[in-house]
């Protein structure tokens, strides 16, 4: 018999068993690596991955059979193939489930590479039996020595495959994957050499140990396979030992390493620079030694026995330096872990002295006046809740010092923020230590009486101590004080009312005088209810739609024709009939109403603009007043565009007027907005033109149509024709429409005209009109043309 080289065994069909034991092995790493960072239906993956390993395992088989020089029977080979992949797959599925694991105890360890070294004895054994069953002559020593060295590669390969799996810095991984892979797939590739060996009586001829060729190859691939973790694992420990190295030397925090008694092992520079001890004098000292104070010494055992017990806090503490200083200091602490078992614990401290100063200057700062140092109207209010909740009865004093802000527009803020220190300085000698004496804004200050404290007699002390001069870089000042009080419960049990009331008792004393004190009574709210109801009616009319509209017409001074109208909003009350503008607009102001409101008489203008034209007028374009408010809304020209379209209407048809002051801020946004308006066909006037924000110095940059001169020239128009003349010639050059208000007399048209004003608008002409009133003079004007 021609005996080949490797004792029965093709060297081609051998090559192409290992070369595909390494595509194996390669597909096995990658494998196991997708399994870890899986986040969901790892289970799922975990049986794929099991059973294409085993499949390749399989296929490998057929070139093992071939490459023997033995006869083998084809009529088994369903059989062979459903024991073979079935265990294989078994194997493959613990050896990917134990890979998963960063750290195996040595009975997972050992019992999983039994259970695989078995799995391929017996995929082996069972396969070969099945497929070379005539040729099968058991070989006991041979036997032995396939399994041990099947144990081998089993230890290396689940070793090396948890290595590859757990490491996440690739780096460290892709040289050893692949040189482990080459030579663990060599070592699998002797596998089925050796059993097979172990199963053939030997054969005549082939030499007294060529027998043992595939013991020989097997034993030199596992030495080299061994090799791979070996290097691999002392790499891994090394960069793991200089990565918990770098955390522990370069923390910027304090690390401490502690034993289980407490006793200080090693520390970091920073934790040196810390105590101000040296490493050596800090190695074998007892934590406790470091805390300052008898409580604290308490609180930190019980601490590190939590951390013992396997808990995780934080805690703040202080900590005693060698100087004998103490530092505010904030530990987290963890257990030391090795082998499951715990060995010490790493103390990582961070100093927070300079957080603590901080912190106590945030919180004096909410709630200090940061001018006086007094109180502030915050610290105020979270007294008075503490009262509150106390149910204890105290009183609250207002006060506001008359004509001060006088002294800010003639000596300026800077100045006066000195008088206010002076009054806080004053109060605070004048007022008992049991109460507060708080600053809530401006010249006002209010005294929170509690302890037993009359207010009177307090309030009294106030007056008297005013009636001396302040002085402020050598000037004095005489200053009065109005005083409002009142008193809780008795006045009323809403805190926020309280201070309201000590208000409104502030200004009924400031009606009777200077250097006088009020207390609040019931017929204050009486005096302020008109306004407060208002508010609340005006709310409910703008919800409601009760508003109506006039209309005031525009002329062409010459022709004397209607040129367009100004939309006013009126109000009709239910009980006190017309409500001026010049009384609810300033309550609409104060109550965010003002935007609503526009937004409704907006809306009931074009309204009746789209009857009108129903009705077949040439309706003129019609202005309506925008208060600075509503356009600074970021959304102003987005509502007028809409509107527009929801209505059917062209912004022709419309002017805005807005005064000049718009331009006090955002000069380029604003302008923009100016310009959007003018782009949807809207004209802009700039209204009361000449009293505003420095008129001359934007009105060459502001984007608009038209200036409409204040009726406060117009009222006077001879003393100030001048002014008018210039206005006029202004408006002129910069291509400009100009139109003057408040015309009241024929003299005053006159000169309008001879100046070159033609459009006018006033009383001269017609007062605001109710809407059918408007609608029959543009009715009467459409029938004479």
């Not at 060599?186 to 172990?198: D, E, N, Q, R, W």
């Not at 290097?231 to 200089?242: A, D, R, S």
């Not at 009606?511 to 008109?530: K, R, T, W």
Request: aromatic residues 10%.
């Amino acid at each position: 018999m021609n005996i080949p080289h490797m004792y029965i065994f093709d060297f081609n069909n051998i090559a192409l068993t290992v070369v595909f034991l390494i595509i194996s092995s390669i597909m096995a790493v990658e494998f196991s690596r997708q399994i870890k960072k899986a986040i969901d239906r790892k289970k799922r993956k975990m049986v794929l991955y099991s059973l294409l390993l085993a499949l390749t395992f399989l296929l490998t088989h057929l070139f093992v059979i071939i490459s023997a020089g033995v006869p083998f029977s084809t009529s088994n080979f369903y059989l062979f193939f459903l024991l073979f992949f079935g265990v294989c797959g078994v194997g493959s599925y613990a050896a990917l489930s134990l890979a998963q694991r960063e750290i195996a105890n040595t009975w997972q360890y050992i019992s999983t590479s039994l259970l695989i070294a078995a799995s391929i004895m017996m995929a082996e054994y069972t396969a070969f039996y099945i497929i070379f069953r005539e040729a099968i002559e058991l070989q006991p020593i041979l036997s032995v020595m396939a399994f041990l060295m099947i144990l081998v590669t089993s230890f290396t390969l689940i070793r090396f495959l948890m290595q590859i799996t757990n490491e996440d810095i690739y780096e460290f991984v892709k040289n050893y994957k692949y040189t482990g892979s080459v030579l663990g797939g060599m070592a699998m590739g002797g596998i089925p050499y050796i059993v097979l060996t172990s199963m053939m009586e030997i054969t005549d001829g082939s030499g007294l140990h060529s027998f043992l060729a595939p013991f020989i190859y097997m034993a030199a691939a596992n030495l080299l396979f061994m090799l791979v973790p070996d290097l691999f694992g002392e790499k891994l420990i090394m960069k793991n030992v200089q990565s918990h190295l770098s955390l522990f030397s370069h923390n910027p925090d304090s690390v401490f390493r502690v034993d289980l008694q407490g006793y200080i092992l090693s520390v970091n520079k920073e934790a040196v620079e810390l105590t101000g001890y040296m490493p050596n004098e800090l190695a074998g000292l007892h934590f406790i030694d470091l805390i300052g104070g008898s409580e604290e010494e308490k609180k930190i055992r019980k601490y590190f026995m939590k951390v013992l017990s396997g808990e995780t806090k934080l805690i703040e503490t202080t900590l005693k330096r060698a100087d004998s200083t103490y530092a505010d200091v904030r530990i987290t602490a963890v257990r030391i872990i090795v082998k499951n078992t715990t060995v010490g614990v790493f103390g990582i401290v961070r100093d927070i002295t300079e957080q603590k100063k901080a912190d106590k200057m945030i919180e004096y700062l909410a709630y200090h006046d940061e001018l006086t140092n007094l109180p502030n109207r915050r610290n105020l209010e979270k007294v008075m809740a503490s009262l509150f909740i106390k149910d204890e009865a105290f009183s609250l004093i207002y006060l506001d010092f008359d004509r001060f802000k006088r002294i800010n527009d003639t000596f300026g803020h800077s100045f006066g923020d000195k008088i206010l220190m002076q009054i806080g300085k004053k109060l605070s000698e004048v007022v008992p230590e049991e109460c507060l004496v708080s600053r809530i804004g401006g010249d006002e200050f209010a005294i929170l009486v509690a302890g037993g404290n009359k207010p009177d007699k307090i309030a009294k002390e106030i007056v008297r101590a005013f009636q001396s001069p302040l002085f402020a870089e050598g000037m004095e000042f005489l200053i009065t004080a109005s005083i409002g009080i009142s008193k809780y419960p008795e006045d009323t049990n809403n805190l926020e009312l309280l201070l309201k009331y000590a208000d409104m008792a502030m200004y009924k004393a400031k009606e009777n005088g200077a250097n006088h004190f009020q207390f609040f009574d019931q017929s204050m709210v009486d005096q302020n209810l008109n306004k407060f109801e208002l508010e609340n009616e005006l709310r409910n009319a703008i919800n409601s739609n009760s508003l109506t509209v006039f209309y005031q017409p525009k002329y062409n001074a010459t022709t004397n024709e209607i040129t367009g109208a100004e939309a006013l909003a009126r109000w009709k009350h239910p009980r006190h009939g017309m409500i001026p503008p010049g009384v609810f607009i300033p309550i609409a102001e104060e109550a965010n109403l003002i935007v609503p409101l526009e937004r409704l008489i907006i809306r009931q203008v074009f309204s009746q603009l789209v009857t009108w034209k129903k009705q077949g007028f040439e309706v003129p374009r019609t202005s309506i007043n925008i208060s600075i408010i509503h356009f600074y809304q970021e959304d102003f020209v987005k509502f007028m565009h809409h509107t527009l379209k929801e209505y059917d209407l062209y912004g022709e048809l419309i002017e805005i007027e807005v005064t000049e002051s718009i331009m006090i801020k955002k000069e380029d946004s604003i302008n923009s907005q100016l310009q959007a308006l003018r782009e949807i066909g809207i004209e802009v006037s700039i209204d009361d033109f000449g009293t505003g924000y420095s008129s001359l110095s934007y009105l060459s940059k502001l984007s608009v149509d038209r200036l409409k001169i204040d009726q406060s020239f117009i009222s006077h128009s001879q003393e100030n024709r001048e002014i008018i003349s210039t206005i006029v010639s202004m408006a002129t050059n910069l291509k400009l429409k100009v139109i003057a208000e408040g015309v009241e007399t024929e003299s005053q048209i006159d000169l309008l005209k001879s100046l070159g004003c033609q459009e006018v608008q006033g009383y001269f002409y017609s007062p605001p009109l109710p809407s059918n009133e408007y609608e029959t003079m543009m009715n009467k004007e459409l029938q004479e043309t």
